[in-house]
């Protein structure tokens, strides 16, 4: 406190003429707090604490030699003032006194008396709290602190503020009611925490007293009754590290809420077995539902025989404790850690599009192997015929003359590739079967001497006797193992529902291949490769192999 200058006092006459004197008592050793009522625009509120008004107003002190004394404008002091109330924590006997708050903006002043009286003084022998501590969704009540002390005396009701707000029963809060001047909660919430002040009007000898009281609330949750939890590391951590570098560990713990009880967390260096206490820090948990915190413990200098060593962070409150472990690790050689994951990468990465390129390309590759590598099945078997064909003849008067029959695919175009181009022997029934013999025989003679049988399908083939030739082959097949069937899917048809057993279980399992109509020269490239790796193991005579084993029986 300081006293006035010349300024301050005129301001301060000039104030005095226009004046209100209020007077409140208070038991000392308690929280208390005076609003200037001369800024307070709500009436439902006693107190503001926004710093808006700090520039607004001033607060004096009139001495028992009755000088003015000016507070001043410091909020670690006591008496100390923020926003428009001067707030007293605690309130002491020599408080007692008349102050002074002024609006500087309109020079407006009111004087507030304080008489501050000892629990003695008051004959207040009952012992009362000013903090109190609900527990979250249980029930309580919040009494005004001292009012029993006056209860020989004349009172009104009680009045009640929340953080400065006054209180009352409405919608917005149910299970809150106001009875017997006490604020009773249903239902406790962390809304509830607040500082609530209880204001009642007291009369002693025909003067008129305020009173008021403060509770500070805070609504907690119940003690857990968990043990913390480390959350990081979780069980034992490895950590890549190099030697000579600083290093730092985290430890990330949740705490349970325990209100009269601190919770420890402590570093230990375990090496064979012993534990080397290095840092311990405690730790107060308030949040309802617990709190998480995070304590580091710091190497300067990585050593080598820290690559020896587990660090332990150990958390612990009064039911149990959980603990966390880190182990270090030396780093491997960054460039040959990457140079061997490359390696390995671009090795998968080879075998991954090898293995696509080969999937795609398979028959290719058969072909090829047959080709050079493999061993020609042709020799020695006694066989005549690479492959017997089978097809049907079409039903002129139907068929589309512009378009490729299967007739002619049979007769034309399987010879000049597989023939003329790869050196395969086919047998055609109006080619190499002569007339004139039993037509059933001669065609299961000739599938007996094929080592494949071709069926080009199509709706003729399925509805018409040609059908009797897949039977035949079928039947000839299951005698000789080495005869095998090829069936190339000319053009789509439904199979009849007469067809028998054999056939229709053969039509399911045998490879089939399917042709398509178009006049592009690729259309079928692959078709043919196919219709190869389909057929027997043969070598491909080149074209003057097989031009000079022709030319040489016409000179003989």
């Not at 609003?35 to 926004?50: K, M, Q, R």
């Not at 001043?72 to 001067?86: E, F, Q, W």
Request: glycine fraction near 4%.
């Amino acid at each position: 406190m300081f006293f006035l200058n010349c300024t301050d006092m005129f301001v301060f006459s000039e104030c005095q003429r226009k004046h209100a004197v209020v007077r409140y008592r208070a038991i000392s050793d308690q929280m208390f707090v005076l609003p200037c009522g001369v800024l307070l625009e709500d009436p439902t509120s006693i107190f503001n604490h926004s710093c808006h008004y700090d520039s607004w107003v001033e607060w004096f002190r009139q001495s028992s030699d009755g000088k003015i004394q000016k507070l001043p404008n410091h909020k670690t002091v006591n008496p100390a003032y923020c926003g428009n109330v001067l707030w007293f924590n605690p309130i002491r006997v020599q408080d007692s006194g008349t102050y002074t708050c002024m609006n500087r903006e309109k020079t407006l002043c009111i004087d507030i008396f304080i008489n501050v009286q000892t629990k003695e003084t008051a004959n207040c022998s009952i012992n009362f709290r000013s903090d109190l501590r609900l527990i979250v969704e249980n029930g309580g009540s919040i009494a005004c602190p001292g009012k029993s002390c006056y209860s020989h005396f004349q009172t009104l009701p009680v009045k009640w503020y929340k953080n400065g707000k006054r209180v009352k029963s409405q919608k917005t809060r149910p299970g809150l009611t106001l009875e017997h001047d006490m604020i009773s909660l249903q239902s406790a919430y962390n809304q509830d925490s607040a500082i609530y002040t209880c204001d009642y009007t007291l009369m002693d000898n025909n003067t008129r007293w305020n009173m008021r009281s403060i509770v500070k609330v805070n609504v907690t949750s119940k003690d857990s009754d968990n043990p913390p939890v480390v959350l990081d590391p979780v069980g034992e951590k490895n950590l890549e590290v190099d030697l000579g570098q600083t290093l730092e560990l985290k430890c990330q713990v949740k705490f349970g809420f325990q209100s009269n009880a601190s919770s420890l967390l402590w570093w230990y260096r375990q090496t064979n077995q012993k534990n080397e206490l290095v840092q311990e820090k405690r730790f107060f948990p308030n949040k309802l539902g617990g709190e998480t915190f995070i304590d580091n413990f710091r190497l300067e200098e990585v050593t080598e025989q820290d690559l020896y060593t587990i660090f332990v962070c150990l958390a612990q409150n009064s039911i149990g404790k959980s603990v966390g472990k880190f182990k270090l690790k030396r780093r491997r050689n960054t460039v040959l850690y990457l140079l061997t994951l490359c390696c390995a990468i671009t090795t998968l990465l080879g075998l991954f599009v090898g293995s696509i390129l080969a999937y795609q390309h398979w028959i290719e590759i058969v072909l090829l192997y047959r080709n050079y590598l493999a061993k020609d099945e042709t020799v020695g078997d006694n066989k005549e015929f690479d492959a017997f064909v089978s097809y049907a003849k079409p039903d002129f008067l139907e068929s589309d003359q512009t378009l490729l029959n299967e007739e002619q695919f049979a007769v034309e175009v399987l010879p000049q590739i597989l023939e003329n181009r790869y050196g395969y022997k086919l047998c055609l029934t109006e080619r190499d079967i002569l007339p004139g013999g039993a037509y059933t025989d001669d065609i299961v003679n000739a599938i007996r001497r094929s080592r494949r049988t071709v069926v080009i399908l199509s709706p003729n083939y399925v509805n018409g006797p040609a059908m009797f030739e897949l039977e035949a082959a079928v039947k000839t097949a299951l005698e000789d193992t080495t005869i095998k069937l090829i069936l190339i899917e000319f053009q789509f048809c439904q199979e009849p529902e007469s067809l028998p057993r054999k056939v229709k279980k053969a039509l399911k399992i045998l490879p089939r291949i399917t042709w398509k109509m178009s006049t592009s020269p690729t259309a079928n490239k692959h078709f043919w490769k196919k219709l190869r790796f389909h057929m027997p193991v043969k070598r491909i005579k080149t074209a003057e192999e097989r031009s000079r084993q022709t030319f040489l029986p016409s000179v003989a």
